[in-house]
């Protein structure tokens, strides 16, 4: 059974910092990503990634703040977050994909057939 649980959101000050982690089961998971939902937006990609070579991509905002990454095991997946800003409130969603697809937008939520619940982040100003 597909799994995937998300954990470390929560409040923190602008400036701060806060690490999520996913931890995933049910399958052996090629792509892997985090996303984003703020009230009355869409879906955003934050940070991908794919392969065995575990190549990224974040999305321009969160540039040389935010770091991807996933654990030895393969089955952990997280996201170090540092200078956080007041826009960077939001739910946050883990996704998993069992290959590697030729999607041309890396950032794309269709990329992931499998969600998280997700965990809220909260940047106060």
């Known amino acids: 059974q597909v799994q995937l649980v998300e954990s470390g959101g929560g409040s923190v000050q602008a400036g701060g910092s806060l690490r999520l982690s996913c931890t995933a089961s049910?399958?052996?998971?090629?792509?892997m990503g985090w996303f984003r939902q703020a009230p009355g937006k869409e879906r955003e990609g934050v940070a991908t990634?794919?392969?065995?070579?575990?190549?990224?991509y974040y999305t321009d905002s969160v540039k040389g703040r935010f770091s991807i990454s996933r654990g030895n095991a393969r089955n952990m997946l997280y996201l170090q977050m540092n200078s956080l800003k007041p826009e960077d409130t939001a739910m946050y969603y883990c996704?998993?994909?069992?290959?590697?697809?030729?999607?041309?937008?890396?950032?794309?939520?269709?990329?992931?057939?499998?969600w998280g619940q997700g965990t809220q982040v909260t940047v106060s100003s």
């Open positions: 049910g399958d052996t998971y090629s792509s």
């Open positions: 990634i794919y392969g065995n070579e575990g190549t990224t």
């Open positions: 996704a998993a994909a069992s290959f590697v697809g030729s999607w041309i937008n890396r950032l794309s939520p269709k990329n992931f057939a499998y």
